[in-house]
């Protein structure tokens, strides 16, 4: 996969961000904060909906796949995000930033792919109720799942393999705190049109194919909704999905403010800040969402604390 014969670059040096002067060790705590909170809320997450029978649902079912899902990309960009701001900048092999960039974009696209299967779920159990248990039962839950974690894996390993394949003999300063990456092609010393014609390629079919099938599942759900004549039936359909429609819009909206607005990385740190509200921020907004909303989750919950009790007898 690592041609040494053709990579000159062996370590890549991060700028982090700039002008931090003084408050790099409060900026350092607080990030260390939200990645426990992130881990501790995704956690907790995997292990109400497994230790809890009300729970065992396929919309749990795929809340603990988006959970484990956030638990990889915060753990693949935190602890050297905080390294680098500790330090003011950092260094990173070569490979190791290959392999960061592969778990990072894995990550979000496999993410990008749950959340279109859990769209999907939501549309049958709203528009088509009485066969729902028939169409999602168990074994589609799992080869949906299966499916999504393999395309996610599959396409960001050709990514991957694809970028390695380039020429990288200098410069090795990177403007950013992680492997992203268009800062990682603007390393190679070789032609990049054909990777980015990869990237462009890969982006339509694991993020904007998903966000129109997404548009269309709740464009479904949402008119189903308005022909429900009670005010009282509407207001519990839509309360179904809610919580997965703000995870959907929180995902979506950081994701196009960090890759689309134009000039971003010259106002400041703004490319840097997008950068960790999709990569930090939204894995702990999606237990935060879900907890909040979710009477089950909430029941599951204190389930799970009174069985982890001690009995005193």
């Known amino acids: 996969m690592f041609k040494d014969n053709t990579t000159m670059v062996t370590d890549v040096i991060f700028m982090g961000f700039h002008n931090l002067k003084g408050i790099n060790i409060l900026i350092f705590v607080v990030l260390l904060v939200v990645y426990s909170l992130t881990l501790c809320g995704n956690l907790l997450i995997i292990a109400c909906v497994y230790f809890c029978n009300i729970l065992h649902t396929p919309m749990y079912f795929f809340l603990t796949q988006l959970s484990l899902c956030d638990i990889i ?4 960009i935190a602890p050297h995000l905080l390294n680098v701001i500790l330090k003011q900048g950092g260094t990173m092999s070569f490979r190791s930033c290959i392999v960061q960039y592969f778990f990072f974009a894995m990550a979000e696209c496999s993410e990008c792919l749950l959340l279109t299967v859990m769209s999907y779920d939501r549309y049958l159990a709203i528009c088509n109720p009485l066969h729902y248990t028939v169409i999602m039962n168990n074994f589609l839950c799992l080869k949906l799942s299966i499916m999504s974690w393999m395309l996610g894996i599959s396409t960001m ?5 694809s970028i390695v394949s380039l020429n990288f003999c200098g410069p090795n300063v990177m403007d950013h705190f992680f492997c992203d990456v268009l800062p990682l092609l603007k390393l190679s010393c ?7 014609i990869e990237v462009v390629i890969f982006s339509i079919t694991v993020l904007f194919l998903p966000f129109l099938l997404i548009i269309v599942s709740y464009s479904c759900v949402i008119f189903t909704i308005l022909k429900i004549p009670s005010a009282t039936g509407k207001h519990k359909a839509f309360s179904t999905c809610s919580s997965h429609l703000t995870v959907v819009s929180i995902f979506y909206v950081t994701l196009i403010c960090a890759y689309g607005l134009p000039n971003r990385g010259q106002v400041l740190n703004l ?7 999709y990569t930090l921020g939204t894995p702990l907004m999606n237990p935060i969402i879900y907890s909040l909303r979710n009477k089950d989750i909430k029941i599951a919950f204190e389930k799970l604390i009174n069985n982890l009790k001690v009995d005193p007898n």
């Open 73 to 76: 990309l915060s753990t693949d």
């Open 157 to 161: 390993m050709a990514s991957a393999i």
């Open 190 to 196: 070789s032609s990049t049109i054909v990777v980015n």
């Open 271 to 277: 490319g840097k800040i997008l950068s960790i509200c």
